[in-house]
């Protein structure tokens, strides 16, 4: 097997260490010494810090699973509560930290950088417009009610799921999932 | 009227500059320059950049008018709507910057700091008990129907809050404002 070439071991460090740590807190020092190698060398393989976040925040969103949102076979809904479970397990195993890299990035800065905020909304749209999908799948299957908007309802509970985040961090606690699930599909998707 | 304290003066200065910039962007120079004031003069009145944020946090809470929850006179969904529009109209004046400290600093710092992640679940927790009164005022009315559980509606609703802003700041755009609303009023207060 190939030996993964250096910007990638650059790449996975700065996913690691910008999810862990939030652009302001990581330096390129960091992402450099975790992954082995000298910090000049992080210039050879990307022009700033900014463009190599860019690049993890893509690797970070092909890591969201949204093919769990469109896998056939089972019922829409199912597809959804399962996506949210993966994501939910993701944040529990780590103790209730690191969170979603979109929300962080969204709060830490998309006001500094015009390139960051572009990549965050285009991320968030990606994820929505899957979401959409699956909705508008449920309700052609009678599975929600018949006028339910898939568009509005899709933002509106991922932007539901980023304020959990929130909450579950802040509290330690997966009360907040709980609430997240039950209101969801009790009293959002009917 | 007597001149405020320097202590007051750097409050303000950092409520500002950590809401605008963040806690890993702020840095304590800033935060005395901004107030006129020598760095060193800050540990006069501050032990340290945590404590100020934490300081800073509280006057941030202390703006967030849960007054308005609770204003007799009004029904208690259209406090509640009232409330919402006031923190929205905050972020749309700031041409969609800044956001929530507290979704801002549960993103940035609660990892990282046990002491703000505890002001910060305490913030949330204080916002959504004066969100669970007015939800429960308005079952007692019929305003909303009889099951509805007014602490998981409370929270849920922060939480689809936090991330609206999330989306509102990526996409800089009202929609996601629009979206919340509707979504809010329509589908989760019946």
Chains 1, 2 share one sequence.
Not at 25 to 33: L, P, Q, V
Not at 79 to 95: A, K, N, Q
Not at 149 to 172: M, Q, S, V, Y
Request: hydrophobic share 45%.
């Amino acid at each position: 097997m190939p030996k993964p070439s250096k910007r990638e071991d650059l790449l996975a460090s700065a996913l690691e260490t910008f999810h862990t740590r939030g652009f302001h807190g990581t330096g390129i020092k960091e992402i450099a010494d975790a992954a082995g190698a000298p910090k000049g060398s992080f210039y050879n393989h990307f022009s700033s810090k900014e463009e190599c976040a860019i690049e993890a925040l893509r690797l970070f969103g092909d890591e969201r699973r949204l093919d769990m949102l469109a896998a056939p076979g089972s019922p829409p809904l199912e597809r959804i509560r399962r996506h949210f479970e993966f994501l939910r397990d993701e944040v529990v195993v780590r103790d209730f930290t690191r969170g979603c890299m979109f929300g962080n990035f969204a709060t830490d800065v998309v006001d500094h950088s015009e390139e960051i905020r572009a990549v965050v909304a285009q991320s968030l749209g990606t994820w929505s417009s899957a979401l959409t999908a699956a909705l508008t799948e449920a309700r052609r299957d009678g599975a929600v009610r018949a006028d339910l908007d898939p568009d509005a309802t899709a933002r509106f509970l991922l932007n539901a799921w980023e304020g959990t985040l929130i909450e579950a961090r802040a509290t330690k606690s997966s009360v907040a999932f709980d609430t997240f699930f039950l209101m969801a599909f009790e009293a959002v998707l009917r």
